[in-house]
């Protein structure tokens, strides 16, 4: 058996890494390039032993705070708190955009760093009734627009920066729901539906 440092790390691991930086960015422990050097760091890990140095001096790591429901240790295997295929957009001195018809997972990951993202769910296929948005905004901006007949909610920290999240409430109860949650540090984040866009198939196949 391969030794725990030289064990591949999936998305999952990494979106747990990234929750822990985030959530260090926004109690102040970490400053805004501390947080933009290891997040960096943690999306271009391969292995436990590259994923471990980058949380191992923060209390949230060390199950110093209460986890949520979908957080797991890292490096732990898949299962209950997974949910579903993560999409990864991230744009750094650039752009990247997500929208047309495309497949939504249960989880994205949008990191923008002196550039813009740009997330259009107004014409995706929902795999899963409930997409988390994670989001990261330094010194850029993040859009999110979602169908007018889906469920936006969601909060997140504004640090010299804007986080909004304008709320939406589908009719329909069995509606996909999009939860963003994240940080804007010199930056910005802006949520809300598209009117006038309404998914066919709520949950498309």
Do not use: C
Request: proline letters at 5%; a negative charge; zero cysteines.
């Amino acid at each position: 058996m391969a030794p725990e440092a030289d064990v591949r790390v999936s998305d999952a691991d990494r979106d747990r890494v990234a929750d822990i930086l985030r959530e260090a960015l926004a109690a102040g422990r970490l400053d805004a390039d501390e947080h933009s050097e290891r997040i960096d760091a943690a999306y271009a890990a391969k292995t436990r032993g590259e994923l471990e140095p980058l949380v191992r001096d923060l209390p949230e790591a060390r199950g110093e705070s209460k986890p949520s429901a979908n957080q797991r240790p890292v490096g732990a295997p898949a299962g209950a708190g997974d949910s579903g295929e993560t999409d990864n957009v991230v744009a750094i001195f650039s752009g990247a955009t997500r929208k047309g018809r495309w497949l939504v997972g249960g989880r994205v990951n949008a990191f923008a760093l002196f550039g813009g993202v740009e997330i259009d769910l107004t014409e995706a296929v929902f795999e899963r009734r409930e997409v988390v948005i994670n989001v990261t905004a330094l010194f850029g901006g993040v859009d999110v627009r979602v169908p007018e007949n889906v469920t936006l909610t969601g909060s997140g920290t504004g640090v010299f920066g804007a986080f909004e999240v304008r709320p939406n409430q589908a009719d329909d109860a069995d509606a996909p729901v999009v939860r963003l949650r994240g940080a804007a540090v010199f930056g910005g984040v802006d949520a809300k539906p598209k009117r006038g866009k309404r998914l066919r198939n709520l949950l498309g196949g």
